[in-house]
């Protein structure tokens, strides 16, 4: 059978640190190797590391930061250290179920095109209690780029990839600590076929008060606007019926934000001139102009109704 490499980010979150490594260790196959990198923690998780590359010396290997690098960097410092066939990067927060590697590489062992493969997801809450299922029906497989590039996000956390694969297209763009993730996600499906399971085989921690929830509209900007560019010369070889529906998606996506940015900044100048200015800047195309200026003008006018009740 092939060799797993899982790697765990780390950083301040000891109870759930334990959980997640514990849900590693405890799988019906076990992994080849487990590598723990920790972004320089304060609340005792290094000694958790520490303890478990005792318990077990062959399969535990610990990183440790003296300053805190950030998710993407974090990630690919343990990225550069793996020697299996095949990666799965989990956060420390989240969980693996008991039966995540078994199924996913057998799913790859049976599907020979597909050099990744993802899964369906369990949403928990930050106490470890089930919310929902993610995906209420399967979800695409095969040659994804045109579903990943419409903006399927979150497919990082339920995946296993191949790791030659992953040198070839390169590891995580550390100029987008926050959509890192659907970078790769996207980058990999230039170069292969997925395969998907729709049985939950990961556990994701749902926080109330989460990074990606108290994101400014800029912070979401300076990262899609980054990966929409890099993006579109990946998509050279699809139809250009395809790529024009891709723009479109991408434009409101980018278009909602520059307006959000300039609600949170209160920028009246910009919130007048937003479907000029968003043209300008080239987060709507000219053939999307019109879409963007109803969409300003529907907002306008929802923003007047509500300022009046």
Aim: net charge positive; charged share 25%.
């Amino acid at each position: 059978m092939s060799k797993i490499s899982v790697i765990i980010t780390s950083y301040n979150h000891k109870q759930y640190l334990i959980e997640a490594v514990e849900s590693v260790v405890n799988q019906t196959v076990k992994p080849h190797e487990v590598i723990i990198a920790d972004d320089h923690s304060t609340d005792g998780s290094v000694e958790v590391i520490k303890g478990y590359m005792a318990k077990y010396p062959r399969l535990i290997k610990g990183i440790f930061h003296n300053n805190n690098l950030g998710i993407p960097k974090n990630r690919n410092s343990a990225l550069v250290e793996v020697t299996g066939d095949y990666v799965a990067i989990l956060d420390g927060d989240d969980r693996f179920l008991p039966n995540n590697v078994e199924r996913m590489v057998g799913t790859l062992e049976t599907n020979t095109k597909a050099r990744c493969v993802y899964s369906n997801v369990r949403l928990i809450n930050h106490n470890g209690e089930p919310i929902k299922i993610r995906d209420n029906q399967p979800q695409p497989s095969g040659d994804i780029l045109f579903e990943i590039a419409l903006g399927k996000f979150g497919i990082l956390r339920s995946m296993i990839i191949d790791y030659h694969l992953l040198k070839k297209v390169g590891f995580l763009d550390e100029m987008f600590p926050k959509y890192d993730g659907f970078d790769l996600t996207l980058r990999l499906a230039k170069h292969s076929h997925y395969a998907y399971v729709f049985e939950p085989l990961v556990e994701y921690r749902v926080h109330p008060m989460s990074d990606s929830k108290s994101l400014k509209a800029k912070d979401h900007l300076h990262d899609l606007g980054g990966i929409y560019k890099k993006m579109m010369p990946i998509l050279s070889g699809l139809p250009r019926t395809k790529i024009k529906e891709i723009e479109t998606a991408w434009n409101k996506i980018l278009f909602t934000y520059y307006s959000n940015d300039a609600k949170e900044n209160n920028n009246k100048f910009k919130l007048f001139f937003l479907p000029l200015l968003a043209l300008f800047k080239g987060y709507v195309s000219l053939p999307n102009f019109p879409i963007a200026l109803i969409m300003h003008c529907n907002n306008t006018i929802k923003q007047y109704i509500s300022e009046r009740k």
